[in-house]
C-alpha cells in the first residue's frame, strides 16, 4: 500500500528519481554536519516530504509549458520547411514522369537533398506522392 502525503500524492513517486536525494546531500553539505546523523536524515526528508506536493506540481506545470513549446517549435519548423518539401514532391513527380521507378525516388533524392532515403519517403507520403501499401 502506497502511503500518501496531504496533498495526496504518492510519496513514492515523488522519491523515485535521486532529485530528492541530491537535495538532501547538499542540504547534508550545506548544515556542514554529520551526513550520518539520523535526527538530521530524518529533519531533511520531512522537509522534503514537506515541499513535494508543491514540487509535483511545479514539475506538471513545466512538462505542459514544455509541451506547448515544443509543438509550437514543430509547427513553426513544419511551417519552415514545407517549401523545401514541395521543390522534393515535384522533383519526385518530375521523375516519375521521366520514368523513374518509385523504388528509385527516395535513394535519388536524398543523395540530391542531403537527406535520408527514410526522411525523404516519409516527405513524399506526406505530400501524396506515394501511396502507403494497404495491409
Known amino acids: 500500500m502506497k502511503k500518501k502525503n ?15 536525494r541530491r537535495h538532501a546531500e547538499f542540504l547534508f553539505h550545506y548544515e556542514g554536519q554529520d551526513a550520518t546523523d539520523p535526527r538530521l536524515k ?5 522537509e522534503l516530504v514537506r515541499n513535494a506536493g508543491d514540487n509535483v506540481k511545479k514539475k ?3 512538462r505542459k509549458q514544455s509541451k506547448i513549446a515544443g509543438d509550437e517549435t514543430r509547427r513553426r519548423k513544419k511551417q519552415a520547411n ?9 522533383d519526385a513527380r518530375r521523375l516519375l514522369q521521366r520514368g523513374h521507378e ?4 527516395s535513394a535519388t533524392l536524398a543523395t540530391k537533398y542531403g537527406l535520408s532515403s527514410g526522411r ?8 501524396r506522392v506515394l501511396q ?4
Open 42 to 46: 530524518l529533519a531533511i526528508l520531512a
Open 60 to 62: 506538471e506545470r513545466l
Open 132 to 135: 502507403k501499401k494497404q495491409k
Open 6 to 20: 496531504p496533498d495526496g500524492i504518492p510519496l513514492e513517486s515523488l522519491f523515485s528519481n535521486d532529485h530528492f
Open 102 to 105: 518509385k523504388r528509385e525516388l
Open 120 to 127: 525523404i519517403r516519409s516527405i513524399l507520403y506526406e505530400q
Open 82 to 90: 514545407e517549401p523545401k518539401y514541395k521543390k522534393i514532391a515535384a
